[in-house]
């Protein structure tokens, strides 16, 4: 070996692809901010060259676009899943609880970065529009649930909804996928600790 360093390695091609580039990315943005990351700095923490970035995608909005749409299109697959379900509101609801846990552990440093928008580029304010879509979705089920009598009717419905996601948003916050607790299980004690807080018993 003579020390020196491979171009086409430096470029990152084939070195790193879209999936790579985007990972680095996101973990940049949710480190520095997207405000506060250059692609200069991407360029540096990636080792490779600005042009190079440019190969895969056209801009640093197209890299948070594609990362909080990892986010979002998980949450709204389930969304569809729960459309085709047959039986109550409350089964939906903690369907959609559950499967939400797992797509936060799955997609974790995709959805810590959604979490962290503010909405001052015209990709945070769409993502945030669809946060509100999936939001209004979530209390349609809570106020569903509650009217069939499965869910305590004194809670306001957007609170109950409120409560429920960000119990399940902050998993974010201190969840660490080395060592840590299965996502299927932490959606068990996820949906146990709400549903045994949030429903009505019932009649024998």
Do not use: C
């Not at 936060?104 to 979490?115: A, C, D, G, K, R």
């Amino acid at each position: 070996m003579d020390g020196t360093t491979n171009p086409a390695a430096r470029r990152g091609r084939p070195g790193y692809d879209l999936e790579s580039l985007l990972r680095v990315a996101v973990s940049a943005f949710t480190e520095r901010g997207f405000d506060g990351t250059s692609m200069e700095d991407l360029s540096r923490k990636l080792g490779i060259s600005k042009s190079a970035i440019y190969h895969h995608v056209p801009s640093k909005d197209e890299l948070l676009r594609l990362a909080v749409d990892r986010a979002l299109d998980g949450l709204f697959a389930e969304v569809d899943t729960v459309d085709t379900m047959a039986g109550r509101a409350v089964d939906k609801l903690e369907h959609l609880v559950r499967a939400s846990v797992v797509v936060l552990i799955e997609q974790l440093p995709f959805v810590t970065l959604l979490l962290r928008i503010r909405g001052n580029t015209k990709v945070e304010r769409a993502a945030l529009a669809r946060r509100k879509e999936f939001d209004r979705i979530v209390g349609d089920l809570v106020s569903k649930a509650a009217a069939d009598g499965d869910l305590r009717p004194d809670i306001d419905p957007n609170v109950s909804a409120r409560l429920l996601f960000g119990m399940v948003n902050s998993i974010a916050e201190w969840y660490r996928p080395r060592g840590g607790i299965a996502a299927e299980a932490l959606a068990d004690a996820v949906v146990a600790v709400a549903f045994d807080g949030l429903r009505l018993p019932r009649a024998r």
